[in-house]
C-alpha cells in the first residue's frame, strides 16, 4: 500500500470511531442507548437494514454467482420483498403496540420466560457463529492489502466495530452503517464501469449468452433459481430474519413510528432488488470481459 491508501484507510476508521464518541456524548439510559430516542428517519434505517444483511460474502459471492450462470438469482430478492411487506403488514404493529425494546420481550410476553430464554440465546450463539465467518471474510483482504496477519486483521476490525457499537449505541450503528452502504455501492458501480469499459459491448454479449436472464417460470426443482421456489423461499426467509432477527428489529424499533418502520422494511426490499441486480450485472460482465475456460464471447463481441 501507498501512504495515501494508508491514509485514507486511518482516515475512514478514525472517522467511524469518532462518528460513535460523538453520538453517544448524550446517552440517557437503555432505551436511548438501544432505541435511539425512536428518532432515527426512515430513511437511514432502510440503508442500515440493508448493510446489516450485507456482509463481505455477499458483495463476493453474488458477484460470482452473475459470472457463473445468470440473474435468476435476482428472483430471491423478489421473494424477500413479499416476506418483508408481511412483516410490515402483520408483525410490525405488535412490535409498536407498546414499549418492548426487542423482538425477544414479545416472546415472553406471548409464551414465558422460558420461551424468551431460549430464543435469545440461540440468536446469540447463531449470530456469533454467522458473524465470525462475515469478520474473516472480511479481514481477509484487509490481510492482503496491508500484510497484516489474518489475526491481526480480525482484531483490528473487531475492536473498530466495538469501539464505535459500545460508545454510540443504536444511532451510531445506524449512521455508521450509512456510510458503509454508499462506499461499498460506489465500489460495486465502479467495478461495473470498469468492467463495461474492458469490453464496451458486454451488455449485448450478455444477452446474447442469456447472462442477462432473470426470470425462470419452469417448474423443474434441479435447476438452483426458479420463480416459484424463490418467491416462496425468500419470502419465508425474509420473514423470519425480518420479522424476529433482534438486528433488523432493534433498527425499525429505532424509528419515530409504525409508518416509518414499515417504509423502512418494505423500502429495503426495493434496495436489496436494486443492489442484487448491480452485483450480478457486474458478475455477468465480467465474464465478457474475462470468460472462464477461453470462452470466446468477448471475441464475439469485440467482432
Known amino acids: 500500500m501507498q501512504p495515501v491508501d494508508w491514509l485514507v484507510a486511518l482516515a475512514y476508521m478514525a ?3 469518532a462518528l460513535g464518541l460523538w453520538l453517544g456524548r448524550r446517552q440517557q439510559g437503555a432505551a436511548d442507548y438501544f ?8 430513511w437511514a434505517v432502510l440503508v442500515s437494514v440493508v448493510a446489516t444483511e450485507t456482509s463481505a460474502l455477499t458483495i463476493i459471492s453474488v458477484p460470482g454467482i452473475g459470472y457463473r450462470s445468470n440473474l435468476t438469482f435476482l428472483q430471491l430478492a423478489f421473494g424477500y420483498l413479499v416476506g418483508r411487506t408481511a ?4 408483525l410490525l404493529p405488535r412490535y409498536f403496540d407498546g414499549t418492548m425494546k426487542t423482538a425477544y420481550e414479545v416472546l ?11 430464543s435469545s440465546a440461540l440468536f446469540m450463539l447463531t449470530r456469533s457463529l454467522g458473524d465470525s465467518v462475515r469478520l474473516f471474510a472480511t479481514a481477509i483482504p484487509l490481510a492482503l492489502i496491508t500484510g497484516w496477519s489474518y489475526p491481526a486483521s480480525i482484531a483490528m476490525l473487531g475492536l473498530a466495530s466495538l469501539a464505535y457499537t459500545y460508545t454510540g449505541g443504536l444511532r451510531a450503528v445506524v449512521w455508521a452503517d450509512v456510510i458503509q452502504w454508499f462506499v461499498y455501492v460506489l465500489a460495486g458501480a465502479a467495478a461495473l464501469y470498469v468492467a463495461l469499459r474492458l469490453a464496451p459491448p458486454a451488455l449485448s454479449v450478455a ?3 442469456g447472462k442477462l436472464t432473470v426470470f425462470d417460470f419452469s417448474l423443474s426443482l434441479s435447476r438452483p433459481y426458479t420463480f416459484f421456489t424463490a418467491i416462496i423461499g425468500g419470502a419465508f426467509l425474509s420473514a423470519a430474519s425480518h420479522g424476529t432477527d433482534h438486528l433488523i428489529v432493534q433498527r425499525l424499533l429505532g424509528t419515530r413510528g409504525l409508518r416509518d ?4 422494511l418494505i423500502g429495503s426490499g426495493l434496495v436489496v432488488i436494486a443492489q442484487f441486480g448491480l452485483f450480478l450485472v457486474a ?10 475456460g477461453g470462452s470466446l464471447a468477448f471475441a464475439r463481441g469485440r467482432g
Open 15 to 17: 472517522g467511524v470511531v
Open 261 to 264: 418502520a414499515r417504509i423502512a
Open 35 to 42: 432505541l435511539g430516542r425512536h428518532s432515527l428517519p426512515w
Open 87 to 90: 412483516v410490515a403488514l402483520w
Open 207 to 209: 444477452q446474447e449468452v
Open 108 to 118: 415472553g410476553t406471548r409464551w414465558g420466560t422460558r420461551v424468551r430464554r431460549t
Open 283 to 292: 458478475g455477468a460482465v465480467l465474464w465478457v470481459a474475462f470468460p472462464e
